[in-house]
């Protein structure tokens, strides 16, 4: 499957985007998706997941309540709504997907347990 984000851009802090991962080559149902996150000279961050089961969604307690993870089945695509923005969040934000199923909040937030990568979009927040 390939992955392809969109959607950032610069925002003053309070601000909102809305970040899109469109899927193609296989139905976004099959996965479980994931937000990254990764800002100059740190280490790639998890954001948010929604498992492919369609009920379970997991967020980094930095995020929580400021982000939210959704997907349309039917676009084929998986978003992030970004509200209350802060500079902190300023970074290259990246989709990724799993195939396992059923592997919780430890196993999605783990970079190396995803199976595909889109390319990131970058985020920049300014205060």
């Known amino acids: 499957v390939q992955l392809q984000a969109s959607g950032g851009g610069l925002v003053q802090a309070g601000g909102s985007l809305r970040l899109s991962c469109a899927a193609s080559?296989?139905?976004?149902?099959?996965?479980?998706v994931a937000w990254f996150r990764q800002a100059p000279g740190k280490e790639r961050e998890f954001v948010a997941a929604?498992?492919?089961?369609?009920?379970?969604?997991y967020y980094t307690v930095s995020v929580k309540g400021r982000f939210t993870i959704s997907r349309d089945n039917a676009k084929n695509t998986v978003s992030l709504q970004m509200n209350s923005l802060k500079p902190e969040d300023t970074a290259t934000y990246y989709c990724?997907?799993?195939?396992?199923?059923?592997?919780?909040?430890?196993?999605?937030?783990?970079?190396?347990?995803?199976?595909?990568w889109g390319k990131g979009t970058q985020v920049t927040v300014s205060s």
């Open positions: 080559g296989r139905t976004f149902s099959d996965y479980a």
């Open positions: 990724a997907a799993s195939r396992r199923s059923l592997g919780g909040a430890h196993y999605y937030s783990t970079p190396t347990h995803m199976d595909y």
């Open positions: 929604d498992a492919w089961n369609g009920g379970d969604t």
